[in-house]
């Protein structure tokens, strides 16, 4: 037996056979409770270093202001001596109070490969070192300029890993705020750590910077600023990150950094479901960090649960959350907490989704060593769910035959073999359609273990009749004739999985063989024959020159569960590699949300960098994106006072605005009148009425809603240019509102009235009296009405409206319809544009009080729409497309500028309290506009950050 500390390692005479060099044969040991020397001998170590003036006492300076781990290199460097020099005393006799470290030094640590460092073993060792030494500021002063000399390196390929990693600690311990900053929030310095593959540790420093900010400096609008566009800026890498890591990481035996890696997922929804997976392997494990992986994953459920609605989509990907959340809680022992997790998922699995099924029975298999009778009650639950699947009418006919092999997996005796049973009789008696070549294909895999002859028939029966589809497809019936181009990637991959799961392997190659060469591509240039491919290699990836990052991850999984734990970790770290080595290309396989850039562009322009607008705005990936930040950038150079500017890029967003990409090339339809509808606005605020007006026109029919409120926008940028143009505009407007109003009711007529207040403001008196007669008769109308009102936003309008002449009845009548709004009705919830009104009103505390019980996102978006009243800070452009709700924010607070009470003045310092609240919030971005004229500083800095992570050209001289 032989025992040894971890440093020094192994000397270079032991064989490379020698089984010390087994990593399974290495075991590390407990503390041993009768180790009371050791202080005795750190206290002879100290004291040996003191000792040495010349060189000891700076390499513990050195040590103690560090905070952290520093390579021998470093240290070496520092003190102006040999690295054997420095090896010699914190490697021999005296490096026994020290400990080796291998943080930061690999993207996936190798202990043989990895060079060491070293950090002061204990805190009780650096609080003596501390004392002995009695000051510290001549060795911190070393290691600032010697951070600095890196900084203006710009962190070069062969930065030592302690400034990235740890240094930022030691500033954050000493309070150092404006460092921290400077150092944390260095795009450049980012960029050496994505390129590290440490993407978690830049999230961590920024929230180590965060943290201290909000504690020293709440009001600073410039850092809260460069703290929420860092973030933003490293959430787009985060979409790019595989499931598979932060699992492959656990799996590795680095719980910590499987945590921190699973936090770096962008949403909510998607940080559950990958902390789960964590949780669970770790649990297998018998890890300590498994609770807290789970405890996490169910609080980020929570929030996604909070933060969806169908709406936008994300419901369905916060119910999935919750569900692997629970999942994970019970498999850690958390039983009552992932019980009411899965009882929230009621609507899910009750209404026919395969998700439901699938995970109560999987919750079941985990609190089976916890409870069994939970998991009996757990199955039966899920057996339920899954005959509720099988007699749904659903898109994915396989759903059923999941549910039931889920339960069967999970159960045992004679539930198991129930579940067996229905699966066959379901796949025998489904439709005989050429999907049916699918649903027996997964019977086939889900009973090829427990009924093999019987799995077998179901397979070949699949395989003959996706066979003769592709041999004869002239034969088949037109549903059918679709289905194949549609679906013949998944129907091909469950057939071969099939065949593989009942013995016919050469059977499913020949199967391959036969796909013809015109139906190898599918939909979008997919690889029709990838799935079965990697079903016929055994879930290996197939061999390419440049594996993907997500092939690599899904191998480094594979090999780290079949306990090949080198080339798993290989596998990662060219996974890891590929994700830092792709940064600057600005190819990201999850394409995130790029809108903000927009309001970016129209911020630099409001702040004189039109040029640096225009330039950000020519990268964006869409090119309806392009157009709107042209002309969002034309529109806050024309509101600066700087007309040339504005008819620049208000012609440039034109003419891109008719250009071929933006007509065929959008994302999404509607994109196009949106561009089109911004380019118009743009003229429009540069003066060019009668291209503006042509370009309106194109935007939809004349009776569509996009055209008209494209109109509406083109008034208010035309008053300024042509006041008798814009009252005409704005007339006709009110006319046809009238009209509608006569046919059609008045509800939301409130609402398009308050929009045409915020679009002429004060450019024609006599204009802005017709409008309050025609809104003063609406609001007769409505309250005359037998029915109650139903548009929320027309109750906004007249409060506000009412405020100049009866502001304590207004402020009462305000007050009562809150209660409505939060109290559960069928109103809904509050409309954002609430807090607004309270501002309007005065209250102001009222008016954060409201914004602060929001999500996240509105939160910022009602808080920045206050502080933009306050601020009297005009809107820009008008996305034409946008809900009503997120309409109406916009242009309510245009409204209310519109219709101040006399007497009222902005309130600046209210202003940036509201714009620091919105910077807390996800939709941060909302305050570019009020920074722009509040702290124009704060948008230098977002620009800096911006270019830098995009490679960016360094920033153009000043606009004159």
């Not at 000792?51 to 102006?80: F, I, K, M, Q, S």
């Not at 460069?226 to 595989?242: C, D, K, M």
């Not at 039109?610 to 090119?623: E, I, M, S, W, Y």
Request: hydrophobic letters at 45%; a negative charge; proline letters at 6%.
């Amino acid at each position: 037996m032989v025992t040894s500390r971890p440093g020094p390692g192994l000397p270079d005479d032991v064989p490379d056979d020698h089984p010390l060099r087994a990593r399974d044969v290495v075991r590390a040991l407990a503390p041993w409770s009768h180790a009371a020397g050791t202080r005795r001998l750190a206290r002879l170590e100290l004291r040996r270093l003191l000792a040495d003036v010349e060189v000891g006492v700076p390499l513990l300076g050195l040590l103690v202001a560090a905070r952290g781990a520093l390579a021998a290199g470093d240290l070496a460097r520092l003190v102006g001596v040999r690295p054997f020099k420095v090896d010699l005393l914190l490697r021999g006799i005296t490096g026994r109070s020290f400990v080796p470290d291998s943080h930061g030094q690999a993207v996936v640590p190798d202990p043989s490969r990895a060079p060491q460092v070293h950090a002061l073993g204990h805190e009780d060792l650096r609080q003596g070192a501390l004392h002995a030494l009695g000051d510290t500021a001549e060795y911190e002063h070393r290691l600032h300029a010697w951070a600095d000399g890196y900084r203006e390196r710009g962190w070069p390929p062969d930065t030592p890993s302690y400034l990235l990693y740890d240094y930022p600690r030691m500033l954050h311990t000493a309070g150092d705020v404006k460092r921290l900053s400077d150092f944390a929030l260095d795009p450049r310095r980012q960029r050496a750590l994505m390129e590290r593959a440490a993407l978690d540790s830049a999230f961590a420093q920024i929230e180590l910077t965060a943290e201290l900010v909000r504690r020293r400096c709440p009001g600073d609008l410039v850092e809260l600023t460069a703290l929420a566009a860092s973030s933003a800026v490293l959430a787009e890498r985060a979409w790019a990150i595989p499931a598979d890591v932060p699992v492959a990481f656990a799996l590795l035996g680095q719980p910590r950094r499987a945590i921190d890696v699973a936090l770096v997922a962008p949403l909510p929804a998607d940080k559950a479901l990958r902390l789960a997976g964590v949780a669970v392997v770790l649990d297998k494990a018998a890890d300590g960090l498994a609770g807290e992986a789970a405890g996490l994953a169910g609080r980020w459920a929570d929030r996604a649960r909070r933060e969806s609605s169908p709406s936008n989509g994300d419901e369905q990907e916060a119910q999935n959350a919750t569900g692997e959340a629970a999942v994970a809680l019970i498999a850690v022992g958390e039983l009552r907490r992932g019980r009411e997790l899965l009882d929230r998922l009621g609507a899910l699995a009750e209404g026919g989704q395969v998700a439901g099924a699938t995970v109560v029975a999987r919750a079941a298999r985990a609190a089976r060593s916890h409870d069994p009778a939970l998991a009996e009650d757990l199955l039966d639950r899920a057996e339920r769910y899954a005959e509720e699947l099988a007699a749904a009418s659903l898109p994915d006919p396989r759903a059923a035959i999941e549910a039931w092999a889920a339960v069967a997996g999970a159960a045992e005796g004679p539930r198991a073999e129930r579940m067996h049973e229905r699966i066959g009789r379901y796949a025998r008696a489904f439709a005989q359609r050429l999907t049916g070549c699918a649903v027996q294909a997964s019977a086939a895999s889900a009973l090829g273990r427990v009924r093999a002859e019987e799995a077998k028939e179901f397979a070949d029966r699949a395989a003959g009749r996706l066979e003769a589809a592709l041999r004869s497809p002239d034969d088949l019936l037109p549903d059918d004739e679709q289905d194949l181009t549609l679906y013949l990637f998944s129907m091909l991959t469950l057939v071969v999985q099939g065949l593989i799961d009942t013995g016919s392997a050469d059977r499913a190659r020949r199967l391959v063989e036969a796909v013809p060469e015109k139906r190898r591509t599918g939909l979008f240039g997919a690889d029709t024959l990838a799935g079965a491919r990697r079903a016929l290699s055994g879930g290996d990836e197939p061999e390419e020159p440049s594996p993907s990052p997500e092939a690599l991850a899904r191998t480094a999984r594979r090999l780290a569960e079949s306990g090949e734990q080198d080339k798993a970790r290989r596998r990662l770290s060219q996974a890891l590699e590929a994700l830092g080595s792709s940064q600057g290309t600005g190819q990201l396989r999850m394409v995130p949300f790029e809108g903000w850039l927009v309001s970016l562009c129209a911020a630099l322009s409001a702040i004189g960098r039109p040029k640096d607008g225009a330039q950000l705005a020519q990268t964006l990936r869409n090119p309806a994106d392009q157009v709107q930040a042209l002309a969002a950038a034309a529109v806050s150079a024309a509101k600066a006072g700087r007309p040339d500017d504005a008819r620049r890029l208000a012609e440039k967003a034109a003419d891109q605005a008719r250009a071929p990409q933006v007509t065929t090339g959008a994302f999404f339809e509607h994109e196009v009148a949106d561009a089109t509808s911004a380019a118009a606005q743009a003229l429009a605020h540069a003066g060019d009425r009668e291209r503006a007006m042509v370009l309106a026109g194109a935007t939809g029919p004349p009776a569509h809603i996009l055209q008209q409120r494209t109109l509406v926008a083109v008034a208010a940028g035309l008053r300024c240019h042509d006041p008798a143009g814009a009252v005409g505009l704005i007339d006709r407007q009110r006319e046809r509102i009238l009209a509608v109003c006569a046919s059609h009711g008045w509800d939301g007529r409130l609402a398009e009235l308050a929009e045409l207040f915020a679009a002429i403001g004060d450019a024609d008196t006599a204009c802005v009296n017709r409008l309050h007669q025609a809104a003063q008769h609406a609001a007769e109308q409505l309250m005359q009405s037998s029915t109650p009102w139903r548009e929320r936003e027309d109750l906004l309008t007249v409060a506000l409206l009412h405020a100049r002449h009866e502001h304590r009845e207004a402020l009462d009548r305000l007050t009562s319809l809150e209660r409505q709004w939060t109290g559960g009705s069928s109103w809904g919830p509050p409309p954002v544009a609430l807090p607004v009104v309270r501002a309007a009103l005065g209250d102001t505390a009222g008016a954060q009080q409201l914004a602060s019980s929001y999500n996240t996102y509105e939160r910022a978006e009602a808080s920045a729409a206050v502080a933009g009243y306050l601020a009297g800070v005009p809107s820009g452009i008008r996305t034409v497309s946008d809900s009503p709700g997120t309409a109406f924010t916009e242009i309510f607070r245009s409204f209310a500028v519109a219709v101040r009470p006399p007497g009222v003045t902005q309130s600046l310092r209210a202003a940036r309290e509201f714009t620091a609240d919105a910077l807390a919030g996800d939709g941060w971005h909302c305050a570019l506009g009020v920074l722009a004229h509040l702290e124009p500083g704060a948008v230098e800095r977002v620009r800096d950050i911006v270019f830098v992570h995009r490679g960016l050209a360094p920033r153009a001289p000043q606009d004159r």
